[in-house]
């Protein structure tokens, strides 16, 4: 499977400025590149080349590999901005928005991130050095650092295409590698997780992770941007960019950090792992207003991708659910009312009478379905027990976030 890996670079004042020339360079020509091929109706990545490589490489002192990435670029962003006009990420037909977009050539900021090959860029372990291209010429030793598992990580990985990026004042490189897949054992039983708005995960052993905590971090940093957003100065909107940059960090470390312990208990215990299908509850579900913004705020989609990826390194059998009446179903006899949950918090079926966390309750749920639908796919001619025969998931595996 392939990871992207980022290190830190260390580069000197001399080096550092040939970095951001060569980046500046780069996206100029990407820039360049994206109105020719407003111009010519031409988005190909082998067509564009023809129509703008030599321009490129002659004006900008771009080397062969580099303009070929800088053209590849253009082609890629294109693609990706066609997918997000059919999918109506941009508004429907006729917006201003939309419209905009469809006949505006593709822009790239100057720090816009730029590809590099195996030709372009070399890394020296031993040293932890890289050897990379430069407009001004090869820059040879330039330092790299990053944390423990990251550094052997590209230490003992095939390597990629790897992108140079800037972001907050610091260089990194964002490497693209090979990591070696663990075999997938059989599981005995699964953990189900249940992903909420007040608790972010819930597991079926009655693990509650980073719920409160985290919801009163998210709280401040509104109240905080509906400061600075009020103030509208130049400064207020620079710390609203640091801001966004720094809370998104630390839900992407919170995220990991709970991926990290459910896939770890889960291979200690032989389980595999099963969550909910919530694919478009953006969409499917309506809110109060106050409520929106903790939903849209809410990082289930990275919490499941991180969960994928990590459970594919670890071998264990990760499965996705049918979400419905998770939450309103007893998970001892099985009886289904939307008044078994009088509250947010709590569980209390109508008919057996079993009072439990309705996060706790759900997770359970969770599990059992994920039981049946790996037993679906797994051993397709086996009859399930009864138990499980009254429960209709509608389960699929897992597809990755």
């Known amino acids: 499977m392939k990871l992207v890996v980022p290190v830190k670079l260390l ?8 970095l951001e020339s060569t980046l500046r360079a780069c996206n100029a020509a990407a820039c360049d590149v994206a109105t020719t091929a407003r111009q010519i109706d031409c988005y190909r990545n082998y067509d564009l080349r023809k129509h703008t490589y030599q321009g ?61 090959d195996a030709r ?21 030793d330039v330092a790299y650092t990053g944390s423990a598992d990251q550094i052997k990580t590209v230490a003992t990985s095939k390597i990629g295409e790897s992108d140079l990026v800037y972001r907050d004042g610091m260089w990194f490189l964002h490497a693209t590698v090979e990591v070696v897949e663990a075999p997938m054992y059989e599981p005995d039983g699964f953990l189900g997780v249940d992903m909420g708005v007040v608790n972010i995960a819930y597991d079926s052993d009655g693990n509650r992770y980073a719920g409160t905590r985290l919801n009163g971090y998210r709280r401040r940093q509104a109240r905080l941007r509906a400061r600075l957003q009020e103030k509208g100065t130049k400064s207020a909107k620079r710390l609203l960019a640091r801001r966004n940059k720094k809370e998104a960090r630390h ?12 896939v770890t208990e889960a291979a200690r215990t032989g389980r595999g792992i099963a969550v909910e299908d919530l694919t478009a509850i953006r969409d499917r579900v309506r809110l109060r207003k106050p409520q929106r913004v903790t ?29 419905r009446y998770t939450s309103q179903a007893c998970n001892g006899c099985g009886h289904r009312d939307r008044r078994n949950r009088p509250d947010q918090e709590t569980f209390h079926c109508r ?8 996060d706790h309750n759900a997770a359970l749920n969770i599990a059992k379905r994920g039981v049946e639908s790996w037993g679906a796919v797994n051993r397709p001619h086996a009859a399930p027990p009864r138990s499980q025969r009254e429960v209709d998931p509608q389960a699929r595996p897992f597809s990755g976030g």
């Open 120 to 140: 372009m860029l070399s890394w020296h372990h031993d040293t932890r050095t890289v050897s990379i291209w430069t407009i001004a010429g090869r820059l040879k």
């Open 11 to 18: 580069p000197t004042p001399e080096q550092a400025t040939a």
């Open 351 to 358: 008919s057996c009478g079993v009072v439990a966390h309705a």
């Open 295 to 323: 939903l849209h705020s809410w990082s289930f989609h990275q919490l499941g991708s991180f969960l994928a990826y990590k459970t594919r390194r670890a071998g264990v059998p990760l499965v996705e659910v049918d979400p």
């Open 251 to 262: 839900a992407a470390n919170v995220n990991h950090r709970i991926a990290k312990t459910i």
């Open 56 to 116: 490129i490489k002659t004006e900008y002192r771009l080397g062969a590999q580099a303009a070929q990435h800088v053209i590849k670029k253009v082609a890629d962003a294109h693609a990706t901005l066609t997918a997000n006009i059919r999918a109506g990420n941009l508004g429907k037909a006729g917006s201003k928005r939309r419209r905009r977009a469809e006949v505006s050539p593709i822009g790239f900021r100057w720090n816009a991130a730029q590809p590099y």
